[in-house]
């Protein structure tokens, strides 16, 4: 039979949308409706068949939770329970227009208070004022960089000075640091310290050195902020810095094997092989 109140899970995780159905399951008048990998997902879903609440990761690669609402419209958007990190701004943000949320991980008792507290609302008929409230928060959120709320602080600012980028660097438009969330605060790397990078699910881990670090953006979004002439795709899981390229390796099925600097062997995909050598040079 058909829940009371029909819940539509919006997680790029895989272990936290399990979470969220284990946390979900006590709740025998809930039907979770749908359960959505990313943000373009979620946006199809809820202009198809709008769910009662939607319960929303903040923090996702290409679309956010925000980019959501704004791309629904906030008039529009069923009422939400934002899912988030440790993020001081958007949390503000959140209490200033008493808009619920829940700090990821969280426990039952957190969830269910939430989970009735929007269920009171939804029941008072209060779906035009929660409107009103998601149009507010966007508007405060958007007087910060999008960069730092993904980053989960207010602000990211490096450890230490980084050197200035040259002329020619600063004029391509492509990212020339990568700022990667620990928690509540953010790793800093510098894209040409990068070697190699690979598709992980809805994430990415980036290898500088003997180092990896998982940024949550798909392989795809990331290519294009990478600069083309530095950094090039040879499998559709894999994308190599040119200048950490050391060797390439025929193989009898007509593929090839680019061996890094660090020794790291990485198979060419038959359809990238001629990308590659375009980029390096053929053998002669």
């Not at 939770?65 to 791309?71: C, I, L």
Request: hydrophobic content about 45%; overall charge negative.
């Amino acid at each position: 039979m058909a829940g009371e109140l029909r819940v539509l899970i919006v997680d790029d995780e895989p272990p936290a949308r399990a979470g969220l159905r284990h946390l979900l399951a006590p709740h025998a008048d809930v039907e979770i409706c749908g359960e959505c990998r990313n943000g373009a997902e979620a946006i199809d879903a809820i202009r198809r068949d709008p769910p009662g609440l939607v319960v929303l990761d903040v923090q996702m690669p290409e679309y956010d939770g925000f980019e959501v609402v704004r791309q629904v419209g906030a008039a529009l958007m069923p009422p939400v329970l934002f899912l988030t990190a440790f993020d001081q701004f958007a949390l503000k943000a959140f209490e200033i227009h008493a808009v619920d949320y829940v700090l990821k991980p969280c426990s039952q008792e957190r969830f269910d208070d939430a989970l009735a507290r929007a269920r009171q609302r939804i029941r008072q008929g209060e779906l035009a004022a929660l409107g009103q409230r998601l149009a507010h928060l966007l508007q405060d959120l958007d007087t910060v960089p999008k960069a730092a709320l993904v980053a989960g602080l207010p602000s990211v600012t490096p450890a230490a000075p980084a050197a200035p980028a040259s002329p020619v660097e600063s004029q391509t438009g492509f990212a020339e640091r990568l700022a990667i969330r620990l928690g509540n605060r953010s790793s800093i790397i510098e894209v040409r310290d990068i070697d190699w990078i690979e598709a992980d699910d809805y994430c990415c881990s980036i290898h500088v050195g003997a180092e990896t670090h998982v940024m949550r953006e798909s392989l795809r979004a990331l290519e294009g902020r990478l600069n083309p002439l530095e950094f090039v795709r040879i499998h559709r899981s894999a994308i190599v810095n040119v200048r950490r390229i050391r060797e390439v390796h025929g193989t009898a099925g007509g593929e090839a094997m680019v061996v890094l600097h660090t020794g790291i062997q990485i198979p060419v995909s038959r359809r990238k092989r001629a990308e590659l050598e375009r980029r390096i040079g053929r053998p002669r």
